[in-house]
Every structure is written in C-alpha cells, then in structure tokens.
C-alpha cells in the first residue's frame, strides 16, 4: 500500500469534499458517499462534483484497491446521476464496465482477502492539535469476518478510544499503556502519536498480530516483535506481544506496570471473560500474591437468560457508579487503571463481565455520560458514537 492519499492537496478543498475523499478510503458505505456527494453539488451531483470524483477518488484509486467496493459507488452513483436527469461521465461507464468484465473473469475463490482502510482524523478546532488540520492513519483489515477473523476488523470502540486518546493527549502522554486485543493496531498508533512513554501491544492471536505489525511499519510506527519477557523491551519501540489470555502467566505480566491498560471491544465471548478478567486483575494489581486466582464461576446461563423480563435486557446506565475526566487523571497517578470501550450487543454477557470484577474486586464506572471526545470522525456515517460505552475499572483493596 502506498501513500497515494498523502500525495493528494487536501488543504485546498472545501470541508465536504475532503470529507467525501476520507468516507472514499475509509470505504464507507457507498449511501454515505452519495450523500455527501450531493453536499459538495449543494444537494445534487454535478459535473464538477463528479470531475472531483473521478480525479481524487476512483481515477486515483490504485490497483490494489478493492475492486467490488468501487463497483458497488460507481454504479450508486451513475444511478444518482442519472436519476436526476444529470448527464454522466463517459468515464464512470467505462471504468463500471470494465469492472463488470474484470469481475467476473476472477475465479471464485481468488477474491481479496484484505483491503486497506484509511481513516482521517480531522482537528479542526481541536485545541490540542494546533496548526494540525489532519492525521492518516492506513490500516490494512481482514474481509473473512464469517469465518471468525475478527481480530483484523476495525471495531466502532477503537474508534471511539482512538478519538477519546487524540481529544485528551494529556491523559497518555508521559504514561505506559498497555492493550489488550490490540487487533489492527489503531489505538497503537493514537498512543504514539501523543507520545506515550511506553506502548504495549497485545493479541492472543498470531496471525492477528503479524497484521498489527504490518499496520505499525505501514504507519512508521517503529515496533519490536517481544516475548512477555522484560529483558527484551524497548521503551522506544511498540511493543507486539502474543498473549492468549487463557495461557497469560501471572510472574510475566506483574512484570509490566502500565499506568493505563486499554481494551476496545473486547467484552464479547463468555467463556473468554474470566481469563481477561484475570489479565485485568493482575495487571491492576501489582500487589496480589502469585498464587492468586480469578474466580471464574460468572457463567451465562440460556435458561436464566429466557426467563428475564425483556426490560432486563435494556443497558441501564444507573446500575453503575459514575466517573469523570477529572476521576481519571487522578487515579492514574495513584496506581494502574483501565479503559475498556464497548459496544453492549448481549447484556447478559456483559453482565457476566461485571459479575467477575465484582468477585475479583475490580470496581467498574461508567465514564460514558461524562466524556465527549472532540468528533474526530465526522465524515463517518457507519460509526454510532453513541452505542458506545466506556468502562473505567481500577483494583479496589477490600
């Protein structure tokens, strides 16, 4: 991948048309580029738009890009266009047809398995970005989400810490952090961007790593490939290690003392929660004895979940104590804490999690109603800020 959209003079365009360019190599929908297609044309696509169209998006595409995905807008588009009574670009139904040949003489089977997204960080505004209107951050992302490779998807909670880490540099600058199923790696880059004194990248899956690295060079994120073994770090490289929550070594990880440990999107299969409440537990508590152990009975349990009044199933955001900004900075200079993002998709699981830290007196807040990251994002219709929840969780001694 190369940085053909670094090449291109973003400053100069009107804000709607760098924000279509960024839906374009986010690969958003191809409904959200229309619609701010029509934005750029002041409600309707015209020639100019569509000029600007060819010439920065598909015409400037390489060939590495996904070739379904650009099919899918040209035709969205020609369609608009036409639609409208609007005369379309001979260039549009050239390159369509010559997708719609080139598609199907590919034999099944050869499809790409990886496609590269950009997402662009706008700062417009930002007061702690000055004089920086934007960032470009390449992520190369897996298409084999049905056959379980979530680990290379790009998840809407990284996007919200990514966001979060970018609007309040002053929490991460200066500290040691430390994720847990770090998947692509965007949060990896966010945190050294702000410079934290250490970054620690994890991910129990091996092929989901070697890709993090991949993400990490491609950003010029130097990176070094270590075992939990400390003799081996650097406190200038990102650090990938491998880490199987359920094979996670208690002496190894009480190694490591991060000041913030991060988790986005990671509450979502419960036979795995015990082990990442384990990992959780010991990372925020340096002072447990090695013979310590997770209690892991917390189950969820189909009966019981049939048996719930459907109002149950409704994230009620009293249950928790709340937190703010302010708690936040305090409590990391005081002793290690977590910031775990999720998206709440069965309530039941995430009951299960907050069950476990409870019998392994983790103590969880929810900091959702109180942070408001700068909307770093704006172009990005398929990414709901709002289902997102962020979880502060810290060790409290009993």
């Not at 979502?268 to 015990?274: E, I, T």
């Amino acid at each position: 991948m190369s940085n053909h959209h670094q090449s291109l003079d973003m400053a100069n365009l009107d804000l709607y048309k760098q924000y279509l360019v960024s839906a374009f190599l986010a690969m958003e929908p191809s409904d959200s580029l229309i619609s701010l297609a029509r934005k750029c044309g002041g409600g309707f696509i015209s020639e100019d738009v569509q000029q600007f169209i060819w010439a920065y998006c598909i015409n400037n595409s390489e060939e590495n890009c996904y070739v379904p995905y650009l099919k899918i807008f040209l035709k969205k588009l020609i369609d608009e266009v036409e639609s409208t009574g609007g005369d379309v670009l001979d260039e549009f139904y050239e390159r369509y047809a010559h997708y719609m040949v080139s598609l199907k003489e590919d034999a099944p089977g050869n499809e790409k398995a990886w496609i590269v997204k950009c997402i662009s960080f706008f700062f417009h505004d930002v007061p702690s970005h000055p004089g920086q209107m934007q960032m470009v951050v390449p992520l190369q992302c897996s298409l084999n989400m049905l056959e379980g490779d979530t680990g290379c998807a790009l998840w809407p909670s990284s996007l919200f810490l990514s966001e979060f880490i970018l609007s309040c540099p002053e929490v991460f600058t200066r500290k040691s952090c430390f994720e847990v199923g770090s998947g692509v790696g965007l949060l990896g880059v966010c945190l050294k961007h702000v410079t934290a004194s250490q970054v620690i990248l994890t991910d129990g899956d091996a092929s989901s790593l070697e890709n993090l690295r991949l993400n990490l060079e491609m950003n010029k994120v130097e990176n070094l490939d270590t075992s939990l073994d400390r003799s081996k770090s650097s406190p200038y490289m990102v650090q990938c290690i491998h880490l199987p929550w359920e094979n996670a070594n208690e002496s190894e990880l009480q190694q490591f003392k991060p000041d913030i440990v991060l988790g986005a999107d990671v509450i979502y299969n419960p036979s795995c929660l015990p082990h990442l409440v384990r990992v959780l537990s010991i990372l925020l508590n340096q002072r447990k004895t090695s013979n310590s152990k997770v209690n892991g009975n917390a189950q969820v349990n189909d009966k019981e979940e049939n048996s719930k009044d459907n109002d149950s199933k409704v994230w009620n955001k009293e249950r928790l104590q709340g937190a703010t900004l302010e708690t936040l900075i305090e409590e990391v200079v005081n002793g290690p804490v977590a910031l775990i993002a999720s998206v709440i998709r069965n309530i039941d699981t995430f009951d299960c999690f907050l069950k476990l830290c409870c019998q392994n007196d983790i103590l969880v807040r929810d900091m959702t109603e109180s942070i408001r990251p700068f909307n770093l994002l704006p172009y990005m219709d398929s990414y709901k800020r709002s289902d997102v929840h962020l979880l502060l969780l810290s060790y409290s001694s009993k």
